[in-house]
């Protein structure tokens, strides 16, 4: 066979050299591709504000009663829950806060105490003790049993509904259902006993009377909702439970 000439080493070589860079030019596009499919991904995870609602001394939150809109609930009969998201619809999907956590999550590690942490998930609670504020109870949580802890809404989704989000958009409505500041880790039972219900028709454990009424008022200002007549004067009367009392 005769040797191979120095034109055809050439061509072979020129042809590899174009081989490698489509190779490498193809690689670079998957590559950007799936990087930017997981920018996409990232963007499209669902977010919501992680700035729970501020809890006013006794003093502050007789201020700000004073200073909310006194009306009749209205648009009960169009409540939907839904309407708040589906995270707290029993449907899954519930947003995950700036901090990385979504509020169930969030209120969990921040009401129980003596908290074990999955080690591959910082945000889940695998175990707990709640000192539930509702019945001054004392309430072992573990993840992989039957929990006798809920998640409340302190000011329910129906009764804000009820006092002013029905003519909110959804977004608005869904920072709300997430409001850290308006969940509280309670004794199932009495979350269920106290439902949609205003200060005037269920309240806590009278020692809880105060910091009850203080929590409803600061998220009844922050969010503009009103509140009816003879719930104004059942916050005022449990306001007086505080020590020192409220200011008049």
Known sequence: MPPRS???????????????????????AGSALWLNRQDADTAAAPTSDSTGTVVPDAVGA?????????????????????AFGSGWSGHGGEPVLSGGCTA????????????????????????????????????????FHASGIELDHVVALGDAWRSGASEWD???????????????????????????????????????????????????????????PTEKTALTDMLDRCTPPAAR
């Open 62 to 82: 007789r201020g700000e009663l004073d200073r909310l809109r006194v009306a009749w609930n209205r648009n009960w009969e169009s409540y939907d829950r839904n």
């Open 104 to 143: 169930r999550e969030t209120v969990m590690k921040r009401d129980l105490t003596e908290v074990r942490l999955a080690d591959s998930n910082s945000c889940m609670v695998l175990s707990g003790v709640l000192h539930d504020p509702y019945t001054g109870a004392r309430l072992p949580y573990n993840r």
């Open 170 to 228: 959804a977004g608005r409505r869904e920072q709300f259902a997430n409001d850290v500041g308006n969940l509280l880790a309670v004794e199932k039972q009495a979350n269920q006993d106290k439902g949609s219900k205003t200060p005037d028709q269920w309240k806590p454990h009278e020692s809880y009377w105060c910091d009850y009424a203080r929590r409803w008022i600061a998220v009844k200002a922050r969010w503009d909702l009103t509140v009816q």
């Open 6 to 28: 120095r034109t055809t080493g050439r061509r072979r070589r020129r042809k590899f050299f174009a081989t490698a860079v489509v190779l490498a030019a193809a690689a670079a």
